[in-house]
C-alpha cells in the first residue's frame, strides 16, 4: 500500500511500452494534440487515451435536446482540416462527425486507445520520464507504460456527474429529474410539462429543443435565479459561405476563421472596455426579438457586467422565437422547495412539472480522478501557478490542453499543440530530457479564471493559479497567444532544461 493511494488493489504489470509522447483524451483538442505531434514530431511514438468507448469527448458525452456549440465553427473546428458543412453554428452530432473524420483522415484513430483510464502519473526526475497507471477495458484491469511526456486534452470539467444543488424536498417530487450531462436516451417528454433550472448555455439551449418536434413538450418553462446576457447569431454564416464559393477551400475558410476571431475580439473588448454600450446594444437587440409579452426588466437584464460570466449565444434567436410563440416561458425567481407535482418558488408561486431538467452547471476538474506524483510528492493542484497557460510550475514534462472562455476552444488549442511540438523539437535538438517552469518568487497570485460563474467559484481552490504578468498570465487572446505560442521562443527564461542523468536509448529520449 502506498500512503497516497488509500487501499491497494492489483498492482499492474511492469510497463513493457515506452511512448514519447502520451495524449489524455480523444476529444476537439486531443485530436489537434495528435496532428501536431505527428506532423510536427515525426519520428515521435506517441498514443492517446481515451477512458470512453468512441472518441468525441465532450460531444459524445452530452446527449441532451439541441446539443450545439455556441461557437462558430470556422474558429472551432481545426486550423489544419477546414469545415465544409454550411451552417456555422453546428449541433452535437455534426460536430463528432467532425471529430471522427478528421481523425479518420490522418490516421489519428489508429493511435486511440478506447477504454484506457488514466489513475495515476509518476515522475522520475532521475529516469526522465512518467511511469503511467491505467485501468483498460470494462473490468479495469490494471497496466503501466512509461512516457517522456504527458500531455493532458480532458478539458476542465468532470465527466462524472454535473452540479446539482441540494434542493429541499427534492425526493417528494413524483416527477422526473435529469441532468444534461446524463440525459438518459429513453426519456419521454412529450405532451409534458417541462421545468429547465438554469440560465447559462445549456439552458438556452434546452428550453427551444425541447418545444419542437414530433415530441415537444407541452410547455417548457425556463427558471432562472437571475439573469444572463443572451446574444443572436446566424446558425449560417453567409459571408463564409460566399468566401467557399469564390476562393479556394482553404483560403476561403483562413479568412472566415480570422474574419469570426476578430469579431469575437472586438465584441469582447467593447463588452469589458466601454460595458454601458454593450449592455445597451444587447438590450436593443433582444427587446426587438421578445416582443411585448416578456418583461426585458425582469427576465433580461443582469446585474453583473458583460462577460464577468460567459455570454449566452442562441442560434438565429431560437429561444426568444419560443418566449414569443408561447411554447416556452421564463421565470426569474428562487426555488424554495419541491413538493409532489413541482417547485415551490421563493415568491409563493407554484410551477407544475413532470419533468425538471437541472441545467446547473458543471464541476470544473482538471485531470478528473488521476494522482499526479513528482520525484514522490503529490501534486495539488491548487498549489501551482500555470505556465502559458499549458504548463504547471515545478512539474516536469506535462502540458495541459485548456482553451479560451471568451472565444472558442479549439483556437487556445491549437496554439498549444505546436507550441508543445516547438518545446518537444527543441529538447530534442539541445539532448535534453526534462522541461520544467520555475516560477519568479515576486510574482502575485491570482484565479487563474477571472469568472464569477457559480462553476467557476465552486472549483477555485482546486484550480492552478496564475501569475500577475507573462508567461504566467492567462491573456484570453487570440492574437497575443499567436504570437507568444507560435512564433515566441521556447527557451524562455521560465524554463529549466536538464539533460538526462542516467543513459537512455535513442527511441526513449525525447
Known amino acids: 500500500m502506498r500512503a497516497s493511494d488509500g487501499m ?17 483524451g480523444a476529444g476537439l483538442s486531443g485530436i489537434s494534440a495528435a496532428w501536431h505531434v505527428q506532423t510536427l514530431c515525426r519520428g515521435s511514438s506517441y498514443a492517446i487515451l481515451e477512458a470512453r468507448e468512441q472518441m468525441g469527448g465532450t460531444w459524445d458525452l452530452f446527449r441532451y435536446p439541441g446539443i450545439r456549440s455556441d461557437s462558430d465553427m470556422y474558429t472551432l473546428g481545426y486550423r489544419f482540416y477546414p469545415w465544409q458543412n454550411p451552417k456555422a453554428i453546428a449541433d452535437g452530432p455534426s460536430i463528432k462527425a467532425y471529430i471522427e473524420e478528421t481523425a479518420k483522415a490522418f490516421g489519428i484513430d489508429r493511435c486511440i486507445r478506447f477504454q484506457h483510464r488514466l489513475v495515476r502519473a509518476e515522475w522520475s526526475s532521475v529516469e526522465a520520464r512518467w511511469t503511467v497507471e491505467l485501468e483498460v477495458g470494462a473490468d479495469r484491469t490494471p497496466q503501466q507504460l ?63 429543443a425541447m418545444t419542437q418536434g414530433d415530441h415537444a413538450a407541452a410547455h417548457v418553462t425556463m427558471l432562472q435565479r437571475s439573469p444572463s446576457y443572451i446574444a443572436t447569431l446566424p446558425s449560417v454564416d453567409r459571408i463564409a459561405n460566399t468566401l467557399r464559393r469564390v476562393f479556394p477551400s482553404r483560403l476561403a475558410y483562413g479568412m472566415a476563421r480570422w474574419k469570426n476571431v476578430l469579431r469575437s475580439m472586438w465584441f469582447y473588448y467593447v463588452a469589458r472596455t466601454w460595458p454601458a454600450v454593450f449592455k445597451r446594444g444587447i438590450r436593443t437587440e433582444v427587446a426587438a426579438q421578445l416582443g411585448d409579452e416578456v418583461s426585458l426588466d425582469e427576465h433580461f437584464t443582469p446585474r453583473y457586467q458583460p462577460w464577468d460570466e460567459r455570454l449566452c449565444m442562441v442560434p438565429d434567436g431560437d429561444l426568444f422565437v419560443a418566449l414569443r410563440e ?57 498549489d501551482h501557478l500555470i505556465y502559458k497557460g499549458m504548463m504547471l510550475s515545478d512539474v516536469p514534462n506535462l502540458a495541459a490542453a485548456v482553451g479560451y472562455t471568451n472565444a472558442s476552444w479549439t483556437l487556445k488549442c491549437d496554439l498549444i499543440a505546436q507550441h508543445v511540438c516547438r518545446l518537444l523539437t527543441y529538447m530534442r535538438a539541445h539532448g535534453y ?78
Open 8 to 24: 491497494a488493489g492489483p498492482r499492474p504489470a511492469p510497463p513493457t511500452e515506452h511512448l514519447d509522447v502520451l495524449i489524455v
Open 146 to 208: 512509461t512516457c517522456g511526456f504527458l500531455y493532458s486534452c480532458t478539458g476542465y470539467y468532470d465527466y462524472a456527474q454535473g452540479y446539482t444543488p441540494a434542493w429541499p424536498d427534492l425526493a417528494t417530487f413524483s416527477g422526473t429529474v435529469v441532468h444534461p450531462q446524463h440525459w438518459p436516451a429513453n426519456l419521454d417528454y412529450a405532451g409534458k410539462r417541462v421545468v429547465v433550472i438554469g440560465s447559462g448555455a445549456t439552458a438556452v439551449t434546452i428550453v427551444p
Open 326 to 382: 408561447g411554447r416556452a416561458s421564463i421565470v426569474t425567481d428562487q426555488i424554495a422547495r419541491f413538493d409532489r407535482t413541482g417547485i415551490v418558488l421563493a415568491s409563493g408561486a407554484h410551477l407544475d412539472a413532470d419533468v425538471v431538467v437541472a441545467a446547473t452547471g458543471l464541476r470544473m476538474s482538471l485531470l478528473t480522478g488521476v494522482t499526479l506524483v513528482v520525484d514522490g510528492a503529490v501534486v495539488t493542484l491548487g
Open 433 to 510: 530530457a526534462q522541461v520544467t517552469p520555475r516560477r519568479d518568487p515576486s510574482l502575485v497570485e491570482t484565479p487563474v479564471f477571472d469568472f464569477t460563474s457559480g462553476y467557476v467559484q465552486r472549483a477555485a481552490s482546486q484550480l492552478p493559479r496564475q501569475g500577475d504578468r507573462a508567461p504566467w498570465r492567462l491573456y484570453q487572446n487570440y492574437v497575443k497567444d499567436l504570437f507568444t505560442l507560435r512564433h515566441g521562443r521556447v527557451n524562455d527564461p521560465a524554463l529549466e532544461f536538464r539533460a538526462p542523468s542516467l543513459p537512455v536509448t535513442q527511441d526513449a529520449a525525447l
